[in-house]
């Protein structure tokens, strides 16, 4: 069947169909995680194929510019703005930006499809050839010139992907076209559309948020009193989990002592895990946890527990919705990290920033910080993901990323370790890091969809 219908009863054919089941899946990689899609201002020869397409719990349409609906109440839902093609269409982008700015909160995201502005000769051919309807894009926006403007407007770039590298699918060899294409050296800017996520800036937090700090600890006694000892006072109401997990050192023991010794001043929680690895504590963790924010300080006390506030003052600043620890800025105290695996982090970074489309400087830093109703949308994307990573950090990795949360990374000085020895092997551990790196390519980078995956 070469020919369908759109909402309004109109044939479509089945090449434009194409197009925006392509786009919409790029899309619905952030928005099947969110409440709400709102296509704002779509121009009138939108078919609204792209809308119908998209996978979120709420889509809506609003042609009005100044009916926009005041979003900036909002605290824990996630709602996006989707422009499809509109900013190729006008004649003031930042005007348009701003306007729309006050009615977005800081968990809102507009999400753009602009047309690739190195190639606008092959719009105009098109619209000649009849391949295409409406008026011929008058505004090309370069990647530069998007970003002065969306700085100028009051918002970062926290995602952009090209796409659409092929317009039909010709027995399947459009799917691989535009599938491989992105990751080849100069034919990856070839891509017909790139889709940009625009975060607003919003200013500092009116108060507070609670915060939970979780420390996974494995034989780390030395450690436990210490970590309580150099608690930094956050200004907010403050929860400490210790998640022990099978020790023989007399970890549990020193966490139940340093509960009862602490417990008047802090809001201390104990509990052991009945499965094994840093991620399971953290899950484990996470789930009894009860801050509004939450974050992971490793027993180990390598990340000093004083730079705390650094993580909580970014998200509370409005400058991340998830904040990432580099180690790899400052020199390291003495042996805290070998040269080998020194490498291998900066290795993975590299690597993690290009599969991920986003600038991570460190991906292995144990200290992480993000809301707590972000990590219930970390949750639901993996459980369409799939269980990949017996460590925790990809898994909160690659979900921020495709989240469009915005990645801030805050350097610290690692330091060495005063108590116990690591529990990490740097090749065995090294050869699956590099497994999750290459699903991580497979499934996002290249879009192919693992097994039973909605």
């Given at each position: 069947?070469?020919?369908?219908?759109?909402?309004?009863?109109?044939?479509?054919?089945?090449?434009?169909?194409?197009?925006?089941?392509?786009?919409?899946?790029?899309?619905?990689?952030?928005?099947?995680?969110?409440?709400?899609?709102?296509?704002?201002?779509?121009?009138?020869?939108?078919?609204?194929?792209?809308?119908q397409e998209l996978q979120c719990g709420e889509k809506s349409a609003l042609r009005d510019e100044a009916r926009f609906p005041d979003l900036s109440g909002e605290t824990e839902k996630r709602t996006a703005v989707l422009l499809n093609g509109t900013v190729n269409h006008h004649y003031d982008i930042q005007g348009l930006l701003m306007q729309l700015h006050p009615s977005l909160s800081r968990t809102s995201r507009v999400i753009m499809v602009i047309y690739n502005p190195y190639l606008g000769w092959l719009y105009r051919l098109a619209n000649r050839l009849g391949l295409r309807?409406?008026?011929?894009?008058?505004?090309?926006?370069?990647?530069?010139?998007?970003?002065?403007?969306?700085?100028?407007?009051?918002?970062?770039?926290?995602?952009?992907?090209?796409?659409?590298?092929?317009?039909?699918?010709?027995?399947?060899?459009?799917?691989?076209?535009?599938?491989?294409?992105?990751?080849?050296?100069?034919?990856?800017?070839?891509?017909?559309?790139?889709?940009?996520?625009?975060?607003?800036?919003?200013g500092p937090e009116s108060r507070r948020p609670s915060l939970s700090v979780l420390i996974p600890a494995r034989n780390e006694r030395g450690n436990i009193e210490n970590a309580m000892k150099?608690?930094?006072?956050?200004?907010?109401?403050?929860e400490v989990i210790f998640v022990?997990?099978?020790?023989?050192?007399?970890?549990?023991?020193?966490?139940?002592?340093?509960k009862e010794l602490y417990g008047d001043r802090y809001d201390i929680k104990a509990m052991q895990q009945s499965g094994k690895g840093k991620k399971d504590a953290v899950a484990l963790g996470f789930s009894k946890a009860r801050g509004e924010l939450l974050t992971i300080?490793?027993?180990?006390?390598?990340?000093?527990?004083?730079?705390?506030?650094?993580?909580?003052?970014?998200y509370c600043s409005g400058q991340a919705d998830f904040v990432n620890g580099s180690r790899l800025v400052y020199p390291m105290e003495g042996e805290a990290m070998r040269f080998l695996n020194r490498l291998g982090n900066t290795f993975f970074a590299k690597a993690l920033s290009w599969v991920l489309d986003a600038r991570l400087g460190d991906s292995l830093c144990g200290t992480k910080l993000l809301a707590r109703h972000d990590y219930r949308r970390v949750l639901a994307w993996r459980e369409q993901f799939g269980d990949f990573d017996p460590f925790g950090d990809f898994?909160?990795?690659f979900p921020a990323a495709q989240l469009a949360l915005g990645i801030t990374d805050v350097p610290i000085r690692y330091l060495n370790r005063t108590y116990g020895s690591t529990n990490i092997s740097r090749f065995s551990h090294g050869f699956m890091l590099l497994k999750m790196t290459l699903i991580g390519l497979f499934r996002i980078k290249l879009g192919v969809r693992r097994k039973g995956a909605r």
């Open positions: 069947m070469f020919f369908k219908r759109d909402q309004e009863g109109s044939r479509i054919p089945s090449w434009k169909r194409y197009i925006n089941g392509l786009l919409a899946g790029e899309i619905s990689a952030t928005t099947r995680f969110y409440d709400r899609t709102i296509q704002w201002l779509p121009r009138e020869e939108d078919s609204g194929l792209l809308l309807s409406g008026e011929v894009p008058t505004t090309f926006i370069t990647k530069v010139d998007l970003d002065n403007i969306a700085q100028l407007s009051g918002y970062t770039i926290v995602r952009r992907r090209l796409a659409l590298y092929c317009p039909w699918r010709l027995l399947g060899l459009g799917d691989l076209v535009n599938r491989v294409a992105p990751c080849l050296p100069l034919l990856r800017w070839l891509g017909l559309v790139y889709v940009t996520v625009l975060k607003p800036v919003k150099r608690m930094p006072d956050l200004g907010c109401d403050l022990e997990g099978h020790s023989s050192d007399g970890t549990w023991e020193e966490i139940l002592r340093v300080l490793d027993a180990d006390l390598t990340m000093p527990p004083e730079l705390l506030h650094r993580f909580y003052d970014a898994e909160l990795l």
